[in-house]
């Protein structure tokens, strides 16, 4: 008889407890949702913040490699071909004649833009 009495005494205590346990259990879930959520939250800033800056270097890297470009080809031009003095291209560039007597200038990206004797214009 001792033993069924101490059965049920553990039996109620349990009974009473669980009701505890279990909102102890939601609380813990609840908490690691909020905490999830907020992980997600700081890994896609830190993504946001990785994508803009990958762009970011990747238009620099552009801009830069353009401007070697530019400089290469108007280098090469002032030496191998022949300037033209008293005619510019259509936006006020440099014009140059390469040796079969084509007109040309160098655009912003490094490229040999040729042009046709209507298209020059007098130097101001």
């Known amino acids: 008889m001792k033993n069924s009495s101490i059965a049920i005494y553990i039996t109620g205590i349990l009974a009473l407890n669980s009701p505890v346990q279990a909102q102890d259990t939601v609380k813990k879930q609840e908490e690691l949702r909020i905490e999830e959520s907020k992980a997600k939250e700081v890994k896609n800033e830190v993504l946001n913040g990785v994508k803009e800056s990958a ?19 108007k280098g090469t031009a002032a ?46």
């Open 79 to 124: 030496v191998t071909d022949q300037k033209l003095r008293d005619k510019t291209g259509p936006g006020g560039q440099t014009v140059y004649v390469d040796k079969y007597n084509n007109y040309y200038y160098v655009n912003d990206r490094g490229r040999k833009v040729y042009l046709r004797t209507d298209a020059l214009k007098d130097k101001k």
């Open 55 to 73: 762009a970011e270097i990747k238009q620099a890297g552009k801009e830069i490699g353009n401007k070697t470009a530019e400089l290469t080809v």
